[in-house]
C-alpha cells in the first residue's frame, strides 16, 4: 500500500470514529419548542414545552429551557399549539372499499389502496393500525387454499413514508356467514367453522401468518343466524392459547362475556355486554378476579360506539362535524350527504330517542366494565362505505367522553393505551418512542373536538404532506363525480 493511500485511510477511520463520538447527528436533531404538550400517558399536560426528535425518534421531552440541545440542531416554534401522541387504531376493516368511488369489492384490496387508506388515516393523525378481517390466503377447510394473496402480510413488514403503520388479524373465524356483514365483499373472508376440530384446525392454519391477534364473531345477528357456540370458540381459544396467541372477540350477550372472561378472552372488538344484556356483578367480579389472579389481566376493549354516538346528533338540527373541514378533504359533498347528512335528517323524535337509550346503555355497559379494569382503547370498525375511514378516528374519540371519560382519559385509550394492546412502538411523547405526534391549533383538554383542529401531523420524525394528500384526493373526487 502506497503512503498516500495509508494516510488516506487513517483519515477516514478518524473521520469515522470523531463522527460516531458526537453526543449527536446534529442533521437528525430537531428540537420542538412551546407548545403545550399532552404525552399521552395520562399525566398533566406541559406547558411550554419542549422535546428533542432524533432519527425518528423522542430523546428528550421536558419544558422549554431545560433541554440542552446538540450544535446545529433545527428548531420549531409551536407556540400557542397542543401537541399530542398519534392515534391507534385496533379496528379497522382497510382495503376493501374504494374512498373515491364509494364501492366495495375484493379486487379493491390491493398494496395500492391499502396504502391510500393508511394515508387518509395519516392525514388525520393515525399513526398506527391493526387490520381486522384482511383478505389474505387462507385455508378453504377442504384442502386447499383461497389463494387471495398476501398483501397484509407484505404491507406490516413495510414503513411507508407518510402513512400509518398497519398490522393485521388476519382472516377472522366464524360460523359460515355470520362473520362481517355488510357488503357481500368480506362475508365470505373469515374461516368458516361448525364443529371443534374445524376450530382447531383453523386456529392451527391461521397462526402460521403471525396475526396480531385471531378474530372471532359471536353474533347471531338478532336471531337471523347461527353462530359460533360457547364449546366452539372455547376450542379457538384453547388452541390458540397453546400458540400464545391472543384472541379478540365481536359479540354481544352477556353469557358469553362471561365465558370468555373465564377462558382467557384477551380483546372485545365492541361492547362486550350490549343488545340489552346488562352488567351484572357477577360479570364485574369475574373481571376483577382475573385480574387480580394475573391471568391474561389486560383485557381489552374498542368500544366502537361511534355510529352510535353519531346517530344521537340527528334530528332537526345539523351536527358540526358534517361541515369539517377534515371529512370534506376526505369524502365528497354527495358522499357526506348520502352515508350521512341525508340519514341523520330523516330520523324522528322517535328515532332520536330510542338512538339515545341504546347509546346510554352500550355506554354504562362499557363504563361499568372498564371501571372494574378492563381496559377501553381506539377502534372504529370503519371499513363499510358508511363508516367514515380516518375521520371517524376522531368521533371515537369524541364518543368516548360522551361515554363518561375525560378528555384526557379517551386521549390516553386512542394513544399510549392503543399502542401498548397493538404492541406499537408509538401513542407516547417519550425518550425511546417513535416520533410520532400532531400538532393542533386548540386545546382537546377544553374541547375533545379540537383533535380535529390539526396544523400538522409528525410520523417517524417526518411531517406528513397533508397539502399534498388533500389536493390528490380534491382531484380524484372531482374526476369521480364527472
Same mark, same amino acid.
Given at each position: 500500500?502506497?503512503?498516500?493511500?495509508?494516510?488516506?485511510?487513517?483519515?477516514?477511520?478518524?473521520?469515522?470514529?470523531?463522527?460516531?463520538?458526537?453526543?449527536?447527528?446534529?442533521?437528525?436533531?430537531?428540537?420542538?419548542?412551546?407548545?403545550?404538550?399532552?404525552?399521552?400517558?395520562?399525566?398533566?399536560?406541559?406547558?411550554?414545552?419542549a422535546?428533542?426528535?432524533?432519527?425518528?425518534?423522542?430523546?428528550r421531552?421536558?419544558?422549554?429551557?431545560?433541554?440542552?440541545?446538540?450544535?446545529?440542531?433545527?428548531?420549531?416554534?409551536?407556540?400557542?399549539?397542543?401537541?399530542?401522541?398519534?392515534?391507534?387504531?385496533?379496528?379497522?376493516?382497510?382495503?376493501?372499499?374504494n374512498l373515491?368511488?364509494?364501492?366495495?369489492?375484493?379486487?379493491?384490496?390491493?398494496?395500492?389502496?391499502l396504502?391510500?387508506?393508511?394515508?387518509?388515516?395519516?392525514?388525520? @393523525?393515525?399513526?398506527? /393500525?391493526?387490520?381486522? !378481517?384482511?383478505? $389474505?390466503?387462507? #385455508?378453504? *377447510?377442504?384442502?386447499?387454499?383461497?389463494?387471495?394473496?398476501?398483501?397484509?402480510?407484505?404491507?406490516?413488514?413495510?414503513?411507508?413514508?407518510?402513512?400509518?403503520?398497519?398490522?393485521?388479524?388476519?382472516?377472522g373465524?366464524?360460523?359460515?356467514?355470520?362473520?362481517?356483514?355488510?357488503?357481500?365483499?368480506?362475508?365470505?373472508?373469515?374461516?368458516?367453522?361448525?364443529?371443534?376440530?374445524?376450530?382447531?384446525?383453523?386456529?392451527?392454519?391461521?397462526?402460521?401468518?403471525?396475526?396480531?391477534?385471531i378474530?372471532?364473531?359471536?353474533?347471531?345477528?338478532?336471531?337471523?343466524?347461527?353462530?359460533?357456540?360457547?364449546?366452539?370458540?372455547?376450542?379457538?381459544?384453547?388452541?390458540?392459547?397453546?400458540?400464545?396467541?391472543?384472541?379478540?372477540?365481536?359479540?354481544?350477550?352477556l353469557?358469553?362475556?362471561?365465558?370468555?372472561v373465564?377462558?382467557?378472552?384477551? @380483546?372485545?372488538?365492541? /361492547?362486550?355486554?350490549? !343488545?340489552?344484556? $346488562?352488567?351484572? #356483578?357477577? *360479570?364485574?367480579?369475574?373481571?376483577?378476579?382475573?385480574?387480580?389472579?394475573g391471568?391474561?389481566?389486560?383485557?381489552?376493549?374498542?368500544?366502537?360506539?361511534?355510529?352510535?354516538?353519531?346517530?344521537?346528533?340527528?334530528?332537526?338540527?345539523?351536527?358540526?362535524?358534517?361541515?369539517?373541514?377534515?371529512?370534506?378533504?376526505?369524502?365528497?359533498?354527495?358522499?357526506?350527504?348520502?352515508?350521512?347528512?341525508?340519514?341523520?335528517?330523516?330520523?324522528?323524535?322517535?328515532d332520536?330517542?330510542?338512538?339515545?337509550?341504546?347509546?346510554?346503555?352500550?355506554?354504562?355497559?362499557m363504563?361499568?366494565?372498564?371501571?372494574?379494569?378492563?381496559?377501553?382503547?381506539?377502534?372504529?370498525?370503519?371499513?363499510?362505505?358508511?363508516?367514515?375511514?380516518?375521520?371517524?378516528?376522531?368521533?371515537d374519540?369524541?364518543?368516548?367522553?360522551?361515554m363518561?371519560?375525560?378528555?384526557?382519559?379517551?386521549?390516553?385509550?386512542?394513544?399510549?393505551?392503543?399502542?401498548?394492546?397493538?404492541?406499537f412502538n408509538t401513542?407516547?411523547?417519550?425518550?425511546g418512542?417513535?416520533?410520532?405526534?400532531?400538532?393542533?391549533?386548540?386545546?382537546?383538554?377544553?374541547s375533545?373536538s379540537?383533535?380535529?383542529?390539526?396544523?400538522?401531523?409528525?410520523?417517524r420524525?417526518?411531517?406528513?404532506?397533508?397539502?399534498?394528500?388533500?389536493?390528490?384526493?380534491?382531484?380524484?373526487?372531482?374526476?369521480?363525480?364527472?
Amino acid at each position: 500500500m502506497s503512503v498516500k493511500n495509508f494516510l488516506a485511510r487513517i483519515l477516514l477511520t478518524a473521520f469515522a470514529v470523531l463522527t460516531l463520538a458526537l453526543p449527536a447527528h446534529a442533521q437528525n436533531a430537531t428540537l420542538f419548542e412551546g407548545a403545550r404538550l399532552i404525552r399521552g400517558d395520562g399525566s398533566a399536560a406541559i406547558e411550554n414545552s419542549a422535546f428533542l426528535v432524533q432519527n425518528g425518534q423522542f430523546t428528550r421531552v421536558g419544558r422549554k429551557g431545560e433541554i440542552a440541545a446538540p450544535p446545529g440542531t433545527t428548531r420549531v416554534d409551536l407556540t400557542g399549539k397542543t401537541v399530542m401522541p398519534t392515534m391507534v387504531d385496533m379496528h379497522g376493516h382497510f382495503g376493501f372499499q374504494n374512498l373515491v368511488a364509494g364501492t366495495m369489492s375484493k379486487a379493491s384490496f390491493t398494496r395500492e389502496n391499502l396504502i391510500d387508506h393508511l394515508q387518509r388515516l395519516a392525514y388525520v @393523525g393515525v399513526g398506527a /393500525v391493526v387490520g381486522i !378481517g384482511d383478505l $389474505v390466503d387462507r #385455508s378453504d *377447510m377442504h384442502g386447499g387454499r383461497t389463494n387471495w394473496g398476501d398483501v397484509p402480510l407484505q404491507l406490516r413488514r413495510e414503513i411507508v413514508p407518510g402513512a400509518a403503520l398497519f398490522k393485521t388479524a388476519g382472516a377472522g373465524i366464524a360460523w359460515p356467514g355470520s362473520g362481517a356483514q355488510g357488503d357481500p365483499s368480506r362475508v365470505d373472508v373469515a374461516y368458516p367453522v361448525t364443529t371443534p376440530e374445524e376450530a382447531r384446525a383453523a386456529v392451527r392454519d391461521y397462526v402460521r401468518m403471525n396475526p396480531e391477534f385471531i378474530k372471532i364473531w359471536v353474533d347471531d345477528r338478532e336471531g337471523t343466524k347461527k353462530t359460533l357456540t360457547p364449546e366452539l370458540y372455547g376450542a379457538v381459544l384453547d388452541e390458540a392459547h397453546k400458540f400464545n396467541v391472543p384472541v379478540g372477540v365481536h359479540n354481544v350477550k352477556l353469557t358469553d362475556a362471561k365465558l370468555m372472561v373465564k377462558e382467557g378472552m384477551e @380483546g372485545w372488538l365492541h /361492547v362486550p355486554v350490549r !343488545g340489552g344484556d $346488562v352488567v351484572d #356483578s357477577e *360479570m364485574i367480579q369475574l373481571v376483577k378476579d382475573r385480574i387480580a389472579r394475573g391471568d391474561r389481566p389486560r383485557m381489552w376493549v374498542t368500544p366502537a360506539l361511534i355510529t352510535a354516538w353519531m346517530n344521537t346528533t340527528g334530528g332537526a338540527s345539523r351536527p358540526a362535524w358534517l361541515d369539517d373541514p377534515l371529512l370534506k378533504a376526505l369524502y365528497s359533498p354527495q358522499q357526506i350527504d348520502k352515508y350521512w347528512g341525508a340519514p341523520l335528517r330523516r330520523m324522528t323524535p322517535d328515532d332520536l330517542a330510542r338512538a339515545k337509550k341504546a347509546f346510554e346503555a352500550d355506554a354504562k355497559n362499557m363504563m361499568v366494565l372498564r371501571a372494574a379494569g378492563m381496559i377501553v382503547v381506539g377502534g372504529t370498525d370503519t371499513g363499510q362505505t358508511r363508516h367514515l375511514v380516518a375521520f371517524q378516528n376522531h368521533l371515537d374519540i369524541e364518543s368516548m367522553v360522551a361515554m363518561g371519560m375525560t378528555p384526557m382519559e379517551a386521549i390516553k385509550a386512542v394513544t399510549s393505551d392503543g399502542a401498548a394492546a397493538g404492541h406499537f412502538n408509538t401513542g407516547l411523547v417519550a425518550p425511546g418512542r417513535q416520533a410520532d405526534f400532531i400538532v393542533l391549533d386548540a386545546n382537546p383538554l377544553d374541547s375533545i373536538s379540537n383533535t380535529r383542529k390539526i396544523d400538522k401531523v409528525y410520523l417517524r420524525g417526518a411531517e406528513v404532506p397533508r397539502t399534498q394528500y388533500a389536493a390528490k384526493w380534491a382531484a380524484q373526487l372531482k374526476t369521480a363525480s364527472r
